[in-house]
C-alpha cells in the first residue's frame, strides 16, 4: 500500500497539473480538481492525526483520523470541508456550471488546508492555487484589498473609547493568497 505523503503528493500533483493546464477552462478544470479534494482532504487529515507521513494510507487509518480531526476544535473547517465534499463529489459527476460553482465555495478550504498543512508539516501542497481563474470583479477586488490592508495594520485597536460592538455577520474573501474577513458590526443603541 502507499503511504500518506505518497497518498498527498499523488492528489496535489494531479490538482496542480489541472491548473496548470487548464486554467482557461475553468468547467472543466473545476470538474477535474473536484474528483481529487476528497483524497487531498483525507491525506491531510492523516497526515496532521499521525503527525507522519511514513504511516500507511488506508481505510481505519482515515476513519480514525477524521474521527480526530473533528474532535480537534481548531479543525474545525477541515471537518466542514470533509462533509461539503462527501456528497459532492462521491457519488456525483457534476455539469461544468455546477463544479464551477463549487470550487468558487471550497477555494477559501483549499487555501486554509494548504497553509494548515504547511504550519503544522511543512508539506506544500496546492502551490499554484493561485492561477484558478476566480474571474472577480475588479473594483471588489481592489476594495477587499483596501479592507485587508486595514485589517493588517499594527495596533488598530488604539482607541481610548471602551465601546461595545456587536459583530452580526462576517465574510470571507480572497487577497493576496489568503482568506480575511471583513464583518458588519453595530454598537448598541444608549439609550
Same mark, same amino acid.
Given at each position: ?26 468547467? /472543466? ?87 494548515? /498543512? ?74
Amino acid at each position: 500500500m502507499v503511504n500518506v505523503a505518497e497518498h498527498i503528493k499523488a492528489a496535489d500533483a494531479v490538482i496542480c497539473d489541472n491548473i496548470a493546464r487548464l486554467h482557461s477552462q475553468r468547467d /472543466l478544470l473545476s470538474q477535474n480538481i473536484l474528483g481529487q479534494l476528497r483524497n487531498l482532504v483525507e491525506g491531510v487529515a492523516v497526515r496532521l492525526h499521525t503527525g507522519s507521513g511514513d504511516v500507511e494510507y488506508n481505510y481505519d487509518a482515515i476513519e480514525a483520523s477524521l474521527s480526530w480531526v473533528k474532535a480537534n476544535g481548531r479543525l474545525n473547517f477541515v471537518t466542514r470541508f470533509h462533509t461539503l465534499l462527501k456528497p459532492s463529489v462521491s457519488h456525483y459527476t457534476f455539469d461544468g456550471d455546477t463544479s464551477e460553482r463549487l470550487m468558487l465555495r471550497y477555494y477559501e478550504y483549499m487555501l486554509r488546508l494548504r497553509t494548515l /498543512l504547511y504550519d503544522e508539516a511543512s508539506v506544500v501542497i496546492l502551490n499554484n492555487l493561485e492561477l484558478f481563474p476566480l474571474d472577480q470583479d475588479p473594483a471588489l477586488a481592489e476594495y477587499h484589498e483596501k479592507i485587508s490592508v486595514e485589517i493588517d495594520k499594527p495596533g488598530r485597536v488604539t482607541s481610548a473609547r471602551h465601546d461595545r460592538f456587536y459583530i452580526h455577520k462576517t465574510r470571507p474573501f480572497i487577497t493576496g493568497g489568503r482568506v480575511s474577513t471583513k464583518s458588519r458590526s453595530t454598537r448598541p443603541s444608549t439609550e
